[in-house]
């Protein structure tokens, strides 16, 4: 009897701890690994965001080159169109 409460008042301590009564340096450790965990959480959330804002980058100016392209190509053909005008050329 004495065996079944020695194994049943171990259990009693492991519960114990686990309900919050750590060792210190045990609680200590825990509380780095979590901080690291978040750390690491923050660091792939950060790494996400730039990945996103380098790509969305890239996009828009590759966007505005080529609205660059059509407008400097109708500035040309706006040009040569007030040119003939001028002349009195007909545009047909």
Not at 22 to 36: F, G, K, L
Not at 69 to 92: D, F, M, N, S, W
Request: proline content about 1%.
């Amino acid at each position: 009897m004495s065996t079944t409460w020695r194994q049943g008042r171990a259990g009693n301590t492991t519960r114990e701890k686990m309900a919050g009564q750590e060792d210190p340096v045990q609680r200590e450790i825990h509380q780095d690994w979590a901080n690291r965990e978040y750390i690491e959480v923050i660091t792939s959330s950060i790494k996400k965001i730039a990945d996103f804002l380098n790509s969305f980058d890239m996009s828009c100016r590759s966007r505005l080159a080529t609205l660059n392209e059509k407008l400097t190509a109708l500035e040309r053909r706006i040009e040569y169109i007030e040119a003939r005008v001028t002349k009195g050329e007909t545009l047909t």
